[in-house]
């Protein structure tokens, strides 16, 4: 075969290669139909408008434009990258039901870096289930029911009790208080108001700030260096309380296995050190942070509605009458059950304060629904508190109305406060109980008024600038127990 021969037949492949080239990946990748939205600045694309503090019982001026320009789905850059946000609550369930197949959690890198690489918010596939099924035991339901309720009980009562007629005080901070010793004392065994339990907490407000700070930069000074820092902090201390275990251990002590989450890890588990102290780091943060801005909200809300508040005082004055006729002193999960009005007041406070405002996903696989295209490897933010403040979903959605909660109005498709699928909150049950035993022994033994017009704000955590400020009155005759 000649040169000229050879040149001509290895040019005609090279022209086929990129003609086939062009028609398959023309054919594979059709032109996407993204929803509509726009992607902002380079690299930081609509982030800063997308963080800013916004008053908590509404979406916030950057999401309510954009739905009215864009619609309920809208493509946007945020966190540094390209992303799909999510309004619509049917988008939402199916996001949330898909975990793991078209869809799977994706937090910013900022949050791996506070929480650790084995928390369970950033954790994925088979050792997100596995980390799961072990907070999950320790959350059980059954142990709820068993032991939980007496303790949250104990807990509550050692806050309220410390409460002076005609003081004033921060209800954010009681609140953090009461979920913070609570956790604190589940998961170590630390008991409250020790000083050891005090520096922790300390530490927590820290960690806090620097999880949800905008640039996750280790600089001198940043919120997120600080958050390391308290990181550091709290793991040696949490480290120490494993090796005090470990000693014992050598000393011939049997660990009582369920004495605490530590133990139960410990003695049941092939965990490493470094998963132990990641899961006990971040059940005890997940686990305080969000129940006490919810309790926090339901002091905000009651003064507002007086109705609801004689309401809730004559469920609860039956309940403890019908106590005192059997001598029973301590609240039971019976108890719990029949607080009927209690949880559409729970209901309505997670609906309107919206303690989780979105979650973050990444799409797995190119999704379509209802025609727009999602594509593979892009964030998703499902936004669950847009279905909780929606009209067309919720009548009258700004007002506190417990009331919506009656009948077979108790379940609604629409309401996902602790999210949903295979993440759904560990802790959902456990949290219900905590407030619902704080409104318990509030309503029974005070009035309060808040002060200072305090209202939550999201940042994009919710939080009271002012701690929520609130004057107390002993309400009752019935004693708490010192
Ligand atoms: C009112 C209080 C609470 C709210 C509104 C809330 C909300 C949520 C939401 C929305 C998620 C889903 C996150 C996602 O899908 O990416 C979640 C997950 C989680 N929550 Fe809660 N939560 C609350 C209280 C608690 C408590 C008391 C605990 C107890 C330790 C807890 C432990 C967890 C854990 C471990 C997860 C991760 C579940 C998983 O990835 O499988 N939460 N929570």
Same mark, same amino acid.
């Given at each position: 075969?000649?040169?000229?021969?050879?040149? !001509?037949? !290895?040019?005609?492949?090279?022209?086929?290669?990129?003609?086939?080239?062009? /028609?398959?990946?023309?054919?594979?990748?059709?032109?996407?139909?993204? &929803?509509?939205?726009?992607?902002?600045?380079? @690299?930081?694309?609509?982030?800063?408008?997308?963080?800013?503090?916004? %008053?908590?019982?509404?979406?916030?001026?950057?999401?309510? $434009?954009?739905?009215?320009?864009?619609?309920?789905?809208?493509?946007?850059?945020?966190?540094?990258?390209?992303?799909?946000?999510?309004?619509?609550?049917?988008?939402?369930?199916?996001?949330?039901?898909?975990?793991?197949?078209?869809?799977?959690? =994706?937090?910013?890198?900022?949050?791996?870096?506070?929480?650790?690489?084995?928390?369970?918010?950033?954790?994925?596939?088979?050792?997100?289930?596995?980390?799961?099924?072990?907070?999950?035991?320790?959350?059980?339901?059954?142990? /709820?029911?068993?032991?939980?309720?007496?303790?949250? *009980?104990?807990?509550?009562?050692?806050?309220?009790?410390?409460?002076?007629?005609?003081?004033?005080?921060?209800?954010?901070?009681?609140?953090?208080?009461?979920?913070?010793? !609570?956790?604190?004392?589940?998961?170590?065994?630390?008991?409250?108001?020790?000083?050891?339990?005090?520096?922790?907490?300390?530490?927590?407000?820290?960690?806090?700030?620097?999880?949800? =700070?905008?640039?996750?930069?280790?600089?001198?000074?940043?919120?997120?260096?600080?958050? @390391?820092?308290?990181?550091?902090?709290?793991?040696?201390?949490?480290?120490?309380?494993?090796?005090?275990?470990?000693?014992?251990?050598?000393?011939?002590?049997?660990?009582?296995?369920?004495?605490?989450?530590?133990?139960?890890?410990?003695?049941?588990?092939?965990? =490493?050190?470094?998963?132990?102290?990641?899961?006990?780091?971040?059940?005890?943060?997940?686990?305080?942070?969000?129940?006490?801005?919810?309790?926090?909200?339901?002091?905000?809300?009651?003064?507002?509605?007086?109705?609801?508040?004689? %309401?809730?005082?004559?469920?609860?004055?039956?309940?403890?009458?019908? $106590? $005192?006729?059997?001598?029973?002193?301590?609240?039971?999960?019976?108890?719990?059950?029949?607080?009927?009005?209690?949880?559409?007041?729970?209901?309505?406070?997670?609906?309107?304060?919206?303690?989780?405002?979105?979650?973050?996903?990444?799409?797995?696989?190119?999704?379509?629904?209802?025609?727009? *295209?999602?594509?593979?490897?892009?964030?998703?933010?499902?936004?669950?508190?847009?279905?909780?403040?929606? &009209?067309?979903?919720?009548?009258?959605?700004?007002?506190?109305?417990?009331?919506?909660?009656?009948?077979?109005?108790?379940?609604?498709?629409?309401?996902?406060?602790?999210?949903?699928?295979?993440?759904?909150?560990?802790?959902?049950?456990?949290?219900?109980?905590?407030?619902?035993? !704080?409104?318990?022994?509030?309503? @029974?033994?005070?009035?309060?008024?808040?002060?200072?017009?305090?209202?939550?704000?999201?940042?994009?955590?919710?939080?009271?600038?002012?701690?929520? &400020?609130?004057?107390? %009155?002993?309400?009752?005759?019935?004693?708490?127990?010192?």
């Amino acid at each position: 075969m000649s040169d000229s021969h050879l040149t !001509f037949c !290895f040019l005609s492949s090279i022209l086929a290669l990129i003609v086939i080239t062009f /028609i398959f990946t023309k054919r594979k990748k059709p032109s996407l139909n993204l &929803p509509p939205g726009q992607m902002g600045w380079p @690299l930081l694309g609509e982030t800063i408008g997308y963080l800013k503090t916004y %008053q908590a019982l509404t979406l916030g001026e950057f999401m309510e $434009k954009h739905i009215a320009r864009y619609g309920t789905i809208y493509k946007s850059n945020l966190f540094g990258e390209p992303a799909i946000v999510s309004t619509d609550a049917g988008l939402n369930r199916f996001i949330m039901q898909n975990e793991g197949k078209l869809f799977e959690a =994706s937090y910013p890198k900022s949050l791996g870096g506070v929480l650790g690489k084995w928390s369970m918010l950033v954790l994925v596939g088979d050792m997100h289930r596995d980390m799961r099924n072990i907070s999950l035991n320790f959350l059980s339901y059954a142990k /709820i029911r068993t032991h939980l309720v007496k303790d949250v *009980d104990k807990h509550v009562l050692h806050v309220l009790s410390s409460w002076k007629h005609n003081s004033t005080l921060s209800a954010q901070g009681e609140a953090r208080r009461f979920t913070f010793n !609570f956790m604190a004392k589940h998961i170590m065994s630390l008991d409250p108001g020790k000083l050891e339990t005090e520096q922790l907490k300390t530490e927590y407000v820290s960690f806090m700030k620097g999880i949800v =700070s905008l640039a996750p930069v280790n600089l001198p000074g940043t919120a997120y260096r600080k958050a @390391l820092k308290s990181r550091s902090t709290i793991l040696k201390f949490i480290e120490a309380k494993m090796e005090e275990r470990a000693k014992r251990v050598q000393n011939g002590d049997a660990l009582e296995e369920d004495h605490d989450l530590l133990n139960w890890v410990l003695t049941h588990t092939n965990l =490493s050190n470094e998963q132990i102290l990641d899961l006990v780091l971040s059940l005890l943060f997940g686990g305080h942070e969000t129940s006490s801005i919810a309790i926090a909200l339901v002091i905000y809300f009651l003064p507002s509605c007086p109705r609801a508040m004689q %309401q809730l005082r004559e469920e609860h004055v039956e309940i403890v009458t019908s $106590k $005192k006729k059997t001598g029973e002193v301590e609240l039971t999960w019976d108890d719990y059950k029949k607080m009927e009005f209690t949880h559409c007041v729970l209901n309505e406070t997670l609906r309107l304060g919206n303690v989780v405002r979105y979650i973050h996903r990444k799409a797995l696989k190119d999704v379509r629904y209802k025609g727009y *295209d999602i594509p593979c490897g892009w964030k998703v933010l499902p936004v669950i508190s847009a279905a909780h403040l929606d &009209p067309e979903l919720f009548d009258q959605p700004n007002q506190f109305n417990p009331w919506r909660w009656q009948g077979n109005n108790s379940k609604s498709d629409n309401f996902m406060p602790f999210g949903g699928g295979s993440r759904l909150c560990a802790g959902s049950e456990l949290a219900k109980v905590e407030m619902a035993v !704080f409104i318990h022994h509030l309503i @029974l033994n005070y009035n309060w008024e808040v002060l200072d017009g305090d209202e939550p704000f999201v940042y994009p955590y919710v939080d009271f600038p002012k701690g929520l &400020p609130i004057k107390v %009155q002993s309400y009752s005759s019935i004693k708490l127990p010192n």
